[in-house]
């Protein structure tokens, strides 16, 4: 069975950096992107961006663009989603998503149980 | 703002029939990208409802159904019952942000 396990909740406090992951099982990781998705506290949910976790091919969306950073690890089929400088702002449940087929475009069938951070000083 | 519109709420009997729409533009669902919906239980990570338009996946009761038409799509949902109350979440594809990733902003569902 596929599935996607992220990793624990984090507390940090502005300005700090994060790192958080996303590991795959049940399938060949190579196969599929991996996206990435915010929920801030009480409020919907927002595409951050993707990646091609056959090559590393990155894709953001322009709110994301230049504050997080997507990368894999493929030896041990994981995903990250990295920040250099945390803000409050970025307090959020972060959840890494698995399209249903091969390519970029698709719905979301395989989610993460997500991962909460919570940044305040 | 989200790029998708979806109404903040919707509410109905048990039993009854209820509608939440997904209104975008030209640059996604009436660029004839796909358009899916995924429902989100409290303190859950949101689970795939209808993919493509109109399509189920396998476990989803024929009860929940998708359609699109233009630069709109809608989830029905037929029968109400309590476990049915949650959010519920469009999503689609947008040209103008370079193919990125739309949601709606969400639809809380009270069943009565």
């Known amino acids: 069975e596929a599935q996607l396990v992220q990793s624990g909740a984090e507390v940090k406090k502005p300005g700090e950096s994060l790192r958080i992951s996303c590991k795959a099982s049940g399938y060949i990781f190579t196969t599929y992107w991996i996206n990435w998705v915010r929920q801030m506290p009480g409020k919907g949910l927002e595409w951050m961006g993707r990646?091609?976790?056959?090559?590393?091919?990155?894709n953001y969306s322009p709110s994301f663009q230049g504050h997080v950073t997507i990368s894999v690890d493929k030896s041990i089929s994981t995903a990250y989603l990295q920040w250099r400088s945390l803000e409050a702002s970025d307090t959020a449940m972060y959840y890494c998503a698995r399209p249903r087929r091969r390519g970029p475009i698709d719905a979301f069938d395989i989610w993460g149980q997500g991962t909460m951070v919570t940044v305040s000083s | 703002q989200s790029v998708l519109t979806q109404p903040p709420s919707v509410s109905g009997a048990p039993g009854q029939r209820v509608t939440i729409s997904c209104t975008g533009s030209?640059?996604?669902?009436?660029?004839?990208?796909?358009v899916h919906w995924y429902q989100q239980l409290p303190g859950t990570a949101p689970k795939l409802l209808i993919y493509g338009d109109n399509n189920r996946p396998s476990g989803v009761p024929d009860r929940f159904s998708g359609s699109k038409s233009g630069t709109s799509a809608s989830l029905a949902i037929t029968g109400l019952q309590a476990e049915d109350e949650a959010d519920y979440y469009c999503?689609?594809?947008?040209?103008?942000?370079?193919?990125?990733?739309?949601f709606g902003g969400g639809t809380k569902l009270t069943v009565l």
């Open positions: 999503h689609s594809y947008d040209s103008s942000l370079s193919g990125s990733g739309v």
């Open positions: 030209s640059s996604n669902i009436g660029a004839n990208y796909d």
């Open positions: 990646i091609d976790t056959s090559d590393s091919y990155t």
